[in-house]
T-cell receptor, first 116, second 119 residues
């Protein structure tokens, strides 16, 4: 049973460029959340996708956008990269529950983005 | 707004001893969930333990237990019989209530505690 996978593992970009990060959820999961973790900080929620729609968003600018595909995999896109976007980007998957009772949320290994 | 506070940037513990990592939280919601995650140097967040706000008993998972004191808004993690492999960053997190039908998986994290287990 494959867990959450992310690609690429590492990425180096230049200021002003655009980047796309990818995430495949754990088998059976249908919800994907993205987090940004700056060095020495806890992860910050970017947004969550369910049924191919953005359902909730954290305090991130519109330069951060995403997409969820019919197979539940997801992409995170960041435009006009800034030095401050350098961070570990974590993807987490879970199974949606209308009752909100489930708490299982599994994280991938992350993509480390460096902006120079 | 919800907030998680971890006041211990770093902790040392001797192998085989118990250690408590502190976590306090702030929320006006009656329904919420509290989590602890372990993050080794590899970066992956590993789920350790969960406590629901309506759970009457403290959660336990193997060597991990959560000391939940609702009135004090604290959710401390206790690791018994520490092992060298326990050396890592530990994050306390709270699930915010909202989103689809009231359910969401948005987690609010603290700043973490770096635990070093000494032989």
């Amino acid at each position: 049973d494959a867990g959450v996978t992310q690609s690429p593992t590492h990425l180096i970009k230049t200021r002003g460029q655009q980047v796309t990060l990818r995430c495949s959820p754990k088998s059976g999961h249908d919800t994907v959340s993205w987090y940004q973790q700056a060095l020495g900080q806890g992860p910050q929620f970017i947004f969550q996708y369910y049924e191919e729609e953005e359902r909730q968003r954290g305090n991130f600018p519109d330069r951060f956008s995403g997409h969820q595909f019919p197979n539940y995999s997801s992409e995170l896109n960041v435009n006009a990269l800034l030095l401050g976007d350098s961070a570990l980007y974590l993807c987490a998957s879970s199974l949606a529950s209308l009752a909100g009772l489930t708490y299982e949320q599994y994280f991938g290994p992350g993509t480390r983005l460096t902006v120079t | 707004a919800q907030k998680i506070t971890q006041t211990q940037p770093g902790m040392f513990v001797q192998e085989k001893e118990a250690v408590t990592l502190d976590c306090t939280y702030d929320t006006s919601d009656q329904s919420y969930g509290l989590f602890w995650y372990k993050q080794p140097s590899s970066g992956e967040m590993i789920f350790l333990i969960y406590q629901g706000s309506y759970d009457e008993q403290n959660a336990t998972e193997g060597r991990y237990s959560l000391n939940f004191q609702k009135a004090r808004k604290s959710a401390n993690l206790v690791i018994s019989a520490s092992q060298l492999g326990d050396s890592a960053m530990y994050f306390c997190a709270m699930r915010e209530w909202g989103g689809i039908g009231g359910a969401t998986n948005k987690l609010i994290f603290g700043t973490g505690t770096l635990l070093a287990v000494q032989p």
